[in-house]
Structure formats: C-alpha cells, structure tokens
C-alpha cells in the first residue's frame, strides 16, 4: 500500500453527502483534538486492541528513524475504548492528510456510554501498510518511542499524553501503561549518565 494514503482515503465516499458522522479516535486523537467537531463522547469499538505496532515517519519519527504510534489490532471479545467527535464530512479532509502515514479511513459501529450506537469512522493503520513496524519486545519498542523524534515533537510525548488521556477516561490499559513505565525508566537511565 502507498506511503501516503490521502488519495486512497478520499476515495471512500461514505459520509460525503451526510451532515455529520462519528469518528472514533483512540490515538493521538483522543488527545489532540485540534479539528472542529460539533459534539465528543467517549466511546468503544469492539473486536480492536490498541497497539503502538504503527511506524510514525511524519509527525512522530522520521523516514529514518521511525517513531511508534498507535494503530488498532483485531482481537475477538477485546473492546477499546476512545473519544468520539461529531464532525462534519469536510472534516476529513485535513484528517486524511494528518493521517497520511498509513492509515485508512475505516467503517466501524461505535458503542457509547449510554447504551446506543451509530456507524462511524477511524483511521485503521493495517499491518499491509508500508509503515507497519508490527510487535516487537516491549522493552525494544520503548526504547525506540524514547529516542525517536519527528516534527510534531517527541514520540514520548505521544505515548504519555496517551496514557493520561486514558486515565482522564478512566482506564489503564497494560499495553499502554507498562511501555510509558519503561520509557520513563529510559529517560531516568539517560539522565543519570547526563544523556539528553
Ligand atoms: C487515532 O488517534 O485515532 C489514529 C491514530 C493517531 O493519529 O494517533
């Protein structure tokens, strides 16, 4: 699959003659939302596990040094749990291009607090596209989300702001949590031998 997937995701044409849609964020959309949207409410998908199996060249890393970030992977009876915003199909349009490294617009139902439901969108980064990194040791992958870097600043950062977005919601998820504590003891590790 292309690199940059903006001209694949324009192709999906779903929403365009809607007024508004749900899109489900459970990366770094959970906590930058810096889009319109004309409502938010937590949410779920089913059937998806967060993992940082993504490589980030453009926002979190750079083509060679790639960063990790966040994608969804399929796991039966799994739930997980995100922020959905109400916005309008013109929306996407600056989305697709944040979220060009990989990632497809997908069709998903969502689940809310309050019982209901409604079809929506997210961005799925699918292990077929040229920037999947997939699994690795939990300790390899922090100590590649400690170091790596890119334009829209460090990829700690990302995996941090993660964690507290998650806990504002009020859940801590292992596979989150257990790699912000080892990029944590990284950066004490480094600062202890003066490393930046
Ligand atoms: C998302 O947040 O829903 C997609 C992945 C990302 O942009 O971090």
Known sequence: MALDTTALNRRMTHFDD???LWLFGYGSLIWKADFPF???RPARIHGWVRRFWQGSHDHRGTPEAPGR???LIAEEGAACLGMAYRITPETLRPLDVREKNGYL???TPLHF????SAMGL???ATADNAAFLGEAPLDDMARQIAVAGGPSGPNRDYLLHLEAALAELGVTEEHVSELARRVRE???DATALGVQ
Do not use: I, K, P, S
């Open 18 to 20: 809607h007024d508004d």
């Open 38 to 40: 004309l409502e938010r």
């Open 69 to 71: 970030v966040a994608t």
């Open 105 to 107: 617009r997908e069709l």
């Open 113 to 116: 607090e309050d019982g209901t």
């Open 122 to 124: 997210t961005y799925l």
């Open 186 to 188: 990284h950066r004490n």
